[in-house]
């Protein structure tokens, strides 16, 4: 059964930093990965997706995900975080065989921006 | 404006007293999901809808129940609420095509109390 880890449960960081948000997932098929973002009191908003071709992938509001199948992981990165940044980020994913909406979700990185 | 609407955002209430959360989507959609987030679990899958009629269990549909009669409606019924299901829920829908009918449109969610 596939399964997301997210060893980071939060991450500090000053403003105008490099962030990474790790990522690693175990599936035996190829699989679709997804960053989602939720800030305080909302709902989530997809950052970005990986369904095939480049492995590297940009998403919104500057962040992008490297997609490495033989480390089985999928990072989030950003050159340099703003305040607004700071929120939960979650990454899911699911297997290519299976049927729709079989996501899952890792259990959060909570990414701590500060002055 | 495209978006998903549930209500309450907030209720506490009490063991055993039924409550029901709607959600609504106003983008024609024909994918529909349920969701809880725990701390430390991320979001697990509870129901799933893949058109009117068709529903089928998540990863925890237990104590929980769902009913699609119309496209734009997916509720989530707690017969008889228990305190472990004291949680943050998400209501979720996606069209076809839309990044492989994952779900990209959440609500903001509904925090719910048992008492």
């Known amino acids: 059964a596939q399964s997301v880890t997210q060893l980071d449960s939060q991450v500090p960081v000053f403003e105008e930093a490099p962030v990474e948000l790790r990522c690693n997932y175990s599936s035996s098929v190829s699989v679709y990965l997804f960053w989602y973002v939720q800030y305080p009191n909302q709902g989530l908003q997809l950052l970005l997706k990986y369904l095939s071709g480049s492995t590297l992938v940009k998403g919104i509001n500057g962040f992008e995900a490297e997609f490495n199948k033989s480390q089985t992981s999928f990072h989030l990165r950003k050159p340099s975080v703003h305040i607004s940044d700071t929120a939960e980020y979650f990454c899911?994913?699911?297997?290519?065989?299976?049927?729709?909406?079989?996501?899952?979700f890792g259990t959060g990185t909570r990414l701590l921006v500060s002055p | 404006e495209a978006q998903v609407t549930q209500n309450p955002r907030y209720l506490i209430t009490v063991t055993g007293k039924k409550l029901t959360v709607t959600c609504s989507q106003n983008?024609?959609?024909?994918?529909m999901s349920w969701y809880r987030q725990d701390p430390g679990l991320g979001l697990r899958q509870i129901y799933y809808s893949m058109n009117v009629e068709v529903t089928d269990k998540g990863d925890v549909p237990e104590g929980y129940k769902v009913s699609r009669k119309e496209k734009r409606n997916f509720p989530l019924i707690l017969e008889s609420p228990s305190p472990n299901q004291t949680s943050l829920y998400f209501c979720?829908?996606?069209?076809?095509?839309?990044?492989?009918?994952?779900?990209?449109?959440f609500g903001d969610g509904t925090r719910l109390s048992i008492l």
């Open positions: 979720a829908s996606s069209g076809r095509g839309d990044t492989r009918n994952q779900p990209q449109h």
């Open positions: 899911a994913v699911r297997e290519g065989n299976t049927g729709f909406q079989k996501l899952v």
């Open positions: 983008m024609n959609h024909e994918y």
